[in-house]
Nanobody, 126 residues
Framework: QLQLVESGGGLVQPGGSLRLACAVS????????IGWFRRAPGKEREGVSC????????NYADSVKGRFTISRDNANKTVYLQMNSLKPEDTAVYYCAAQRRLLFGLCLLRTEWDYWGQGTQVTVSS
């Protein structure tokens, strides 16, 4: 049973911060790359960030560079997405995904990922 469970979403004001967590079970986290994706109302799911198995490389969508940071704690089987300087356009359901083998240059494409969590809602509004 390979499972991913997101948490940490909620309502935040523009300019505020949230930290999302993706807790995994049923597999060794260090064997899998992890990605964060989001789906805004009426839009397709898009890649936000991804991180390699060892944490040695990360990638970010242009829209979140400088504001979001992805990290992982393999021993505690958790991946995080620290989101700062949040904007209303960041409002979306955020998902984490896992993949054992991945061309990292393609990691922001949702078609490259096999395993998905159920998502957590992030709302940025005054």
């Amino acid at each position: 049973q390979l499972q991913l469970v997101e948490s940490g979403g909620g309502l935040v004001q523009p300019g505020g911060s949230l930290r999302l967590a993706c807790a995994v079970s049923g597999f060794t986290l260090g064997d899998y790359a992890i990605g964060w994706f989001r789906r805004a109302p009426g839009k397709e799911r898009e890649g936000v960030s991804c991180i390699t198995q060892s944490g040695g490389s990360t990638n970010y969508a242009d829209s979140v560079k400088g504001r979001f940071t992805i990290s992982r704690d393999n021993a505690n089987k958790t991946v995080y997405l620290q989101m700062n300087s949040l904007k209303p356009e960041d409002t979306a359901v955020y998902y984490c995904a896992a993949q054992r083998r991945l061309l990292f240059g393609l990691c922001l494409l949702r078609t490259e990922w096999d395993y998905w969590g159920q998502g957590t809602q992030v709302t940025v509004s005054s």
